[in-house]
């Protein structure tokens, strides 16, 4: 799977404070740090991408560090444009994570799915805890299912839309 992680909005959320306040050069390797563990245990594929204008001098440099792309936008572009640049390249295998509520109905547009930032966040942490007790992590469905036993439907005829179907998948392969 390859998700695309809009840097900042995901630092700020886990924060919980505004990035005016915040060590930015720490945060960001704190936050790298934290996807190449979180990668080195799921195998995703997570391009980080930051303003680059908020790093002095780095607009438009992008690097590898501990198997995570990391991208500073180039002068004149945010990072809300190379996240939608993505969106387009790679649409319905790309998932983003930003709480950018323009962004995710514009990304949405072209079929990648969005996931919010403490939602994401709080995913890599499951992960990253199941991973050190050695356990993988629970599978919500039912073992007939699984296992193709029965291919009547039960339950409630109403289904989630197609969107949240698609979500809640890539939820459960985080």
Same mark, same amino acid.
């Given at each position: 799977?390859?998700?695309?992680?809009?840097?900042?909005?995901?630092?700020?959320?886990?924060?919980?404070?505004?990035?005016? @306040? /915040?060590?930015?050069? %720490? !945060?960001?390797?704190?936050?790298?740090?934290?996807?190449?563990?979180?990668? $080195?245990?799921? +195998? &995703?594929?997570?391009?980080?991408?930051?303003?680059?204008?908020?790093?002095?001098?780095?607009?438009?440099?992008?690097?590898?560090?501990?198997?995570?792309?990391?991208?500073?936008?180039?002068?004149?572009?945010?990072?809300?444009? @190379? /996240?939608?640049?993505? %969106? !387009?390249?790679?649409?319905?295998?790309?998932?983003?994570?930003?709480?950018? $509520?323009?962004? +995710? &109905?514009?990304?949405?547009?072209?079929?990648?799915?969005?996931?919010?930032?403490?939602?994401?966040?709080?995913?890599?942490?499951?992960?990253?805890?199941?991973?050190?007790?050695?356990?993988?992590?629970?599978?919500?469905?039912?073992?007939?299912?699984?296992?193709?036993?029965?291919?009547?439907?039960?339950?409630?005829?109403?289904?989630?839309?197609?969107?949240? +179907?698609?979500?809640?998948?890539?939820?459960?392969?985080?």
């Amino acid at each position: 799977m390859r998700i695309a992680v809009d840097g900042y909005n995901l630092i700020a959320a886990v924060a919980g404070s505004s990035l005016d @306040v /915040l060590d930015l050069e %720490a !945060e960001r390797e704190s936050l790298i740090a934290l996807l190449a563990d979180y990668r $080195s245990c799921r +195998r &995703h594929m997570i391009e980080l991408v930051f303003d680059g204008w908020r790093a002095a001098g780095s607009g438009g440099r992008s690097s590898q560090q501990r198997g995570v792309k990391v991208v500073f936008s180039p002068l004149g572009l945010k990072a809300d444009q @190379v /996240l939608l640049r993505l %969106a !387009e390249k790679y649409g319905a295998g790309l998932t983003v994570v930003t709480d950018d $509520s323009e962004l +995710r &109905h514009r990304v949405q547009r072209h079929h990648a799915v969005t996931l919010g930032s403490l939602e994401f966040y709080g995913q890599v942490m499951t992960a990253l805890m199941a991973s050190e007790k050695g356990l993988e992590p629970a599978d919500d469905e039912p073992a007939e299912h699984r296992q193709g036993k029965s291919t009547k439907k039960k339950g409630n005829p109403r289904r989630l839309s197609r969107k949240e +179907r698609q979500k809640a998948r890539r939820m459960k392969s985080l």
